[in-house]
């Protein structure tokens, strides 16, 4: 085996068809079952987009109206699933509360070792209605608030937000979250989906599939970047008071000074993506409402400094993380909170997988070129 065949990272490498969505790094573009993702988020609900994701199809009028109600219907906690996480320390980390809970909701399923196609899908909604409800329970509970129920009258993102600062958002921030969640719901074979596609090849159960999932996501190089996006822009320093240019100059001096000291920065670049992540274009349009809302005018000095240097040190793009960890922060979730807002998005992208692999299966099982020892004796 030669170097030159060794694909480090899997870098570059098809390893199987997939029709769940379509990532085009040439034209800049990702479609969803066909559909640009930015005309999903300009036009539809992350339900619509969920039921898109796991049947092929956006629903119908029936078939939307069947799935809300028992999505509003199944966002309440068991208590187990609670206890669960209140065992676990409030100073852990929350993608470690989230793979926890996903456990639980496993354990507690009647259908948790059935891999029918309507089980998978069962199972698929009934995460899809719960996790929000993880992610408001573990940022209260953290801030020592009271938890908040979930509310039947509102959709899902009105009522994520609902859960999660006990107070009904204005409309202009529930678009800017729903939008969000579109852009996060999918990405192909990105190294989540691909764990939870490998866990599945295995004929392991969804939620185990999901927790694994949920490993991979933590790491910053992948889904934990948008948190880390929050420490860049914390570590340069946020001043309410601080003039749009005089933010942006800070944070070009900031961005100098750590690619002169070789770090990687978070929420630039991409291995797909050369010259752009097709979704920053409609993310980074939500954080300019949210920035307008709020009045925070030195964010958009701290997000445009970043870029720039970036864009003429090594002309590295920025990737969907990097507008949706600002706009998060805005909205006033907890830094560590961002990435498991990711998992809420990507349940719908993970189980779309699981349901694929498990219907044309082939255990995952690539090769590696020995460079050990040669045989020898004891
Ligand atoms: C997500 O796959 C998906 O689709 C993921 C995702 C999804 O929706 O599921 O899109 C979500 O995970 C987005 C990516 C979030 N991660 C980050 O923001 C972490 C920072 N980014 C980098 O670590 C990096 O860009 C990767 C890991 C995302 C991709 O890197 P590659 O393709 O493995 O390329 P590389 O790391 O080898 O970088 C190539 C060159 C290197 O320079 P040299 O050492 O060759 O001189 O570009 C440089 C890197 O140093 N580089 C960076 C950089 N990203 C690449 N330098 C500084 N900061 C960066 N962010």
Known sequence: MTETEIKKGLAGVVVDYTA???????????????YPVQDLAAAKSFEEVALLLWTGELPTAGELAEFVKAERAG???APNVK???DLLPTNCHPMDVGRTAVSVIGANHALAEESSPAAELSKAKELFAAFPAVVAYDQRRRRGLEVVEPRE?????????????GEEAAPEVVDAFRVSMVLYAEHSFNASTFTARVITSTLSDLHSAVTGAIGALKGPL?????EAVMHTFHEIGIDKNESREDAAARAKTWMEEA?????????FGHRVYKHGDSRVPTMKA?????IEHYGRGEMLGLYDGLEAAMDEAKAIK????????PTYHLMGFDTEMFTPIFIAARITGWTAHIMEQRASNALIRPLSAYNGPEQRAL
């Open 20 to 34: 769940v969505s379509k990532v085009n790094p040439d034209t800049n573009s990702l479609l969803y079952r066909g």
């Open 75 to 77: 966002r309440a906690l």
């Open 83 to 85: 206890a669960a996480i």
């Open 153 to 165: 009258d509102l959709d899902y993102s009105q009522n994520f937000l609902w859960m999660t600062f």
């Open 222 to 226: 992948h889904g934990g970047a948008n």
């Open 259 to 267: 690619l002169a000291a070789k770090k990687k920065v978070m929420g």
């Open 286 to 290: 939500a954080l300019d409402k949210m």
């Open 318 to 325: 920025p990737n969907l993380d990097y507008p949706a960890g």
